[in-house]
């Protein structure tokens, strides 16, 4: 079994940063692309950015693409997203994710393996 748990959310004013963790447990992280998606109030859960399995390749939504950068370091098995110049549309829950897909441009939720708890980003204006 797989544990994804993510920290290093919080309240943060707009045009703030904030940079998340995930830690992941149970088994070879490097085994699994890494993805970022957040749920809003009301919203579906939506794709953030995605990382390869070497770190190498990185996707993003366009709503976060050159403020937002996800990265990964497998000997630590933790995956990171650095946000900066947050909005207050950003406000919402941020959850880590791991799959065996085998394109970092699949962003749809319903392949992936394993979820996190969520963490909550809130942004204030």
């Known amino acids: 079994q797989v544990r994804l748990v993510e920290s290093g959310g919080g309240l943060v004013q707009a045009g703030g940063s904030l940079r998340l963790s995930c830690v992941v447990s149970g088994r070879t992280g490097s085994s699994y692309i890494m993805r970022w998606f957040r749920q809003a109030p009301g919203k579906e859960r939506e794709f953030v950015a995605a990382?390869?399995?070497?770190?190498?390749?990185?996707y993003y939504a366009e709503s976060v693409k050159d403020r937002f950068t996800i990265s990964r370091e497998n000997a630590k098995n933790t995956v990171y997203l650095q946000m900066n110049s947050l909005k207050p549309e950003d406000t919402a829950v941020y959850y880590c994710?791991?799959?065996?897909?085998?394109?970092?441009?699949?962003?749809?939720?319903?392949?992936?393996?394993?979820w996190g708890q969520g963490t909550q980003v809130t942004v204030s204006s």
């Open positions: 994710a791991a799959d065996t897909r085998p394109s970092i441009y699949s962003t749809g939720a319903a392949g992936i393996d394993y």
């Open positions: 990382v390869s399995r070497s770190g190498i390749n990185t």
